[in-house]
């Protein structure tokens, strides 16, 4: 009797190596894929076998409940990372396990460009392919409140950046981390400003940051534009800046900005309307913020477009009209 318990236990132990180095083997085999690269999303809260079941009907011809089995194996079967995955032949179930417990995702990216209006960023954002679109047909005023950011406007409290993803994600957690970007760069930019801006607070400088970031796109000015505009607000005088009036006027803009257009009154109109406009016009960068919040040790009141992409600065409106005409009217020539 004992013999024959001995000998079944060894058929068992057998069987049961037998068994494991079938696995192993099956798990290390490259598996079929209806196309390579493929790429598959795994759904949140899925579980390994659900995950499985994705794969499957994604186009990985798996073996039967052997992902499930490794998993169990391995103790990682509660391991399963939601995101969007590729694989590419070649690829064993093995390493398909470890992608997907590693949450080893692929990535995306969107680029905000500094300048951009918000209207802008809502265009790229339904534009991308691999986002999910979760703010299109939601108003202004409700991405605000999904996002939890306490502003009349969303215009200018995004940071202009190349944001990373995985596929598949919504749209609103990448504007969540646009808005957390500003936020954090504005907070440190505000907490080092110089002494004696004429801002009541930071949402003000996030406004001027905005007309620096429209008015030049050299970054060494940017101190010197936003201390003429400095020194004007101290000094009570128009902003008169065409960028302001632009967005005013909307979608009504045809890119040709006329006289009537400067004296048409809106609450962006910098030439009807003394102080900063209502809200930021753009998305400024950090060395707008940076330069809005640190001007340049200047007293210019003025500047013109030299058409090289440079400014001519001026204290006086005198020295000033001089330079439109050597610059504007005589088109660069002394």
């Known amino acids: 009797m004992f013999k024959i318990l001995r000998n079944l ?10 068994a494991a180095g079938a696995t192993y083997w099956l798990a290390i085999q490259p598996l079929r894929l209806a196309s390579s690269p493929l790429d598959f999303t795994v759904t949140a809260g899925s579980s390994l076998r659900s995950a499985e079941r994705q794969v499957v009907a994604a186009g990985v011809e798996l073996p039967p409940r052997l992902l499930e089995l490794l998993g169990r194996l391995h103790g990682v079967d509660a391991r399963i990372k939601a995101g969007s995955y590729e694989v590419t032949t070649g690829v064993t179930t093995l390493e398909l396990l470890r992608k997907l417990t590693r949450g080893d995702v692929t990535q995306a990216e969107i680029a905000f460009i500094e300048g951009w209006t918000f209207r802008q960023m809502r ?45 598949q994600s919504s749209d609103l957690a990448v504007l969540a981390r646009a808005h957390r970007a500003m936020r954090g760069h504005l907070e440190r930019e505000w907490a080092e400003r110089s002494p004696g801006l004429p801002y009541k607070d930071a949402h003000q400088a996030l406004t001027m940051a905005s007309i620096v970031e429209k008015e030049t796109g050299r970054e060494a000015e940017r101190p010197l534009i936003a201390a003429v505009f400095v020194n004007r607000l101290r000094r009570g005088m128009l902003l008169q800046t065409d960028p302001t009036v632009i967005y005013g006027l909307g979608e009504r803009f045809d ?20 102080g900063l406009p209502p809200t930021p016009i753009a998305m400024p960068g950090l060395a707008s913020l940076r330069a809005a919040l640190n001007p340049a040790a200047s007293d210019a009141l003025y500047f013109v477009a030299r058409g090289d992409g440079s400014s001519q600065f001026s204290r006086t409106l005198d020295e000033h009209n001089r330079a439109v005409v050597r610059y504007q009217l005589k088109g660069g020539k002394p």
């Open 9 to 18: 236990l060894l058929l068992a132990f057998l069987v049961a190596i037998a």
């Open 123 to 167: 265009e790229r954002l339904d534009a991308h392919p691999d986002l999910r679109h979760d703010s299109r047909d939601l108003p202004e005023a409700e991405i605000l409140r999904r996002l939890g950011v306490d502003a009349a406007s969303a215009e200018g409290w995004f940071f202009p950046d190349t944001y990373l993803f995985a596929k």
């Open 255 to 274: 890119g040709d900005l006329r006289k009537r257009d400067l004296l048409a009154d809106t609450p962006y109109n910098t030439y009807t309307r003394a």
